[in-house]
């Protein structure tokens, strides 16, 4: 009997030094989209911020067999996570009018109902931020969501208890045709589940022990981002404020650069990207573009007198049209000097870098413009700064709430148009003065000779 008790023992803490929990925070992770490796960076940063808040549970990824490899071994071997390949789930509703197609291959998330190793899941969207450990969700019943709309549960962090029988019926639900208004997994889950709202809510129980049925979870379990931007400050009296999701615009998901100081709370996501996995990734590519912008700004100046030679057509009747593409062209070349760059800074990199990379670059492109065309810098230069001061400005971090936040911004900008059109005018103004000077345009298939120098020889 001794060497059975110690046996048994030594497998209790074998499983328990080998990380073995019954609970487990899960994701998904498919390939198809232009938009697939930032979210694998944002499921990195999750799950390291998980590890890092130090969860009793077990990371696990549900990804698609077409899952580049290398990120599953990043995903295993450096962020700690259990990856379970899956083959895509079939979505039935892609045939419906006004389908996104960027909800194609979200019906994977219910594989989460296979992961019957665990007792519950808590299912998460990759652009969760986590402030707090959350672990008490696992005392939750068969289903528990936040309702951030008041009518319709939101299913960017969602708890179950797995069930194959659930599994099953749902994939026959798919076949048979269930309604499901928007496409995706939460349509078909709102669908699914009908009764959630009319649902208790959730509140943990002090034994710790785990409850049956369903139930809705308090607003402080997904926090919308928007809530935020209204009072620069949570205000959800009804639970934890423990989780941040960022539902709205694709194009502000707090990991893309530009969302900081648009959308104040991007810093606070990069704050736990830079404290779990970095810029490793990013940064060769940041050092590479800011070399060749200073190489461009060198360039442009020792290159003036030669950037500024133009050649037109002969025809004394198309001096007009010369000068209109003139103008157009020089003005084209000082917008793309502000957009160009735009394209080329990693998106997910750290928005002071990203920020820092714009500048530098748009200055370069300016220069290139203001050399070209003989343009004089201040006025060239006037969008620069007043995009500097529009950040600073929204960068300000002493706003009472939201709402004096945007009408600074908004009168900074009412101020600063006078500005922009002036700084046109003169550009136009210059481009004309230019184009008036007396041998700065060489005609095609006229020589540079003296005046009164006769042709013929």
Known sequence: MRWVSLLGLVIFVRLVAGGVHRNAYATMMYMGTPRDYEFYVATRVMLRSLRHLKVDADLVVIA???VPSRWV??????DGAKVVSVENIRNPYSVQSQFDWRFKLTLNKLYAWKLVQYDRVVMLDADNLFLRKTDELFQCGQFCAVFINPCIFHT???VLQPSMAVFNDMMHELEIGRSNPDGADQGFLTSYFPDLLSSPQFVSPPNG???DGTYRLPLGYQMDASYYYLKLR????CGPNSVITFPGASWLKPWYWWSWPVLPLGIDWHRQRLQTIGYGAEMPMAV???VFYLGIMGVARLARPNLSKLCYRREEKSVFFIQIGFKLIALWSILAAYLLPILFIPVTIHPLIGWTLYF???LSL???AVNAFLLPMLPVLVPWFGFLGALLVMAYPWYSDGVVRALSVFAYAFCSSPLLYVAFIRIVSSLQVVLEREGFLLRLGESALPSGFSKLY
Request: proline share 4%.
């Open 209 to 211: 022990t785990k409850l």
């Open 366 to 368: 300016c220069f290139v």
């Open 156 to 158: 960017g962090l969602f």
């Open 64 to 66: 698609s067999i077409d």
């Open 360 to 362: 530098l670059g748009a």
């Open 288 to 290: 590479i573009q800011a």
């Open 234 to 237: 949570w205000n959800v009296p």
């Open 73 to 78: 071994q990043a995903l295993e071997e450096e």
